[in-house]
């Protein structure tokens, strides 16, 4: 079982990140409604540890299906949407920038070479009721997944840690960066441009990825992802300072530019600009190389055997809680206005 966790230590790094970013919002419920979805939460939390660390595949896929029932069940609970299930660490939970909607992400590994994504993405309603639209991988049965709008029952699967929201035309496009373990011996990056039709239903991906400044011209991309060596550590993430998305160049190591699991980091970085309504890519964003992990960094809070740090998670919750108004984390109100 060590062995198993550890090999999932590049995964609960970014559960780790998205525990320290999660909105405080459990104290804006009702007391029933808190009791009751603290009760459902303790009941969720066996199954959420045994989708990812169940050691047989048939106890994985039924801890799966338990959990998606009994977290539909507990998101029924009115006013849900403002209840963190801070505890569920295998279960992405990320909300919205504007706190419009979250979306939930968790991985389900059928065995060494076949892993599937589950989600749901929760609108936030007026009075609280559920709004919900399950995502439904369709990964597997991709030919090509760049070139294609989507919806959320053919959803190219990630377990997303990161929302950037961005406008064009007065429209809201909410940039999803999510990870993928792939396959026995490499993994990818996903980066899925998010925005809602005029029935406010979830649509995924468009013309959005652009290479117009490359000296090799290549076409519009519906979605983008880098696919790297399973050992190497592959950045690729948003940077509020410098307003880009930033990814790690990536070099076949046996000068195999087709075998994507030899592709491990060069030290210098690649990135998007967003310009009117595109992702553009930059194709060098520094002008000097870095050494591998300098530049840019996740937070992970994790000790020294790749565990996840209880006491560093405790403090960093304590700097979030004692956080000015005028912090960057994001508190949902009932009132339907987000505060910023």
Partial sequence: MAQQFKKMAGCLAIYCFLWAQAPLVAQTLPKAALKDLQKREDSLKPFAYRIVFGQESADRFRADSLFIKMLVRALKV?????YPFDSLQTISRLY??????????????????VYMQ?????MRTADGSL????LHDASMFTANPLDSVRTN???????????VLKTFNNKKYYTLLGFDDFTISSSKKWMEVLSFNQNNEPVFGGPFISFR??????????RFNIEYKKEASATFNYDPDLDLIVYDNLISETNEPDKKDTYIPDGDFEGFKWVNGQWIH??????FKLKDGDYPKEKLILDNNGMPDEQKLMEQ??????????????????DGQPSS
């Avoid at 029952?153 to 929302?163: D, M």
């Fill in 282 to 287: 930059q194709d060098k964003v520094f002008d």
């Fill in 153 to 163: 029952n053919n959803w190219i699967g990630a377990i997303y840690y990161r929302i």
């Fill in 118 to 122: 589950h989600g749901a993405i929760q």
């Fill in 96 to 113: 919205a920038p504007d706190s419009s909607f979250r979306i939930f992400t968790w991985q389900l590994k059928k065995d060494e070479y």
């Fill in 317 to 334: 919750s304590q700097k979030n809680m004692l956080k000015k108004p005028a912090a960057k984390t994001v508190k949902p109100k009932k």
């Fill in 131 to 134: 709004k919900l639209f399950p």
């Fill in 213 to 222: 400044e490359d000296t090799a011209k290549r076409p519009v991309q519906y």
């Fill in 78 to 82: 009115n006013q849900s949407f403002f």
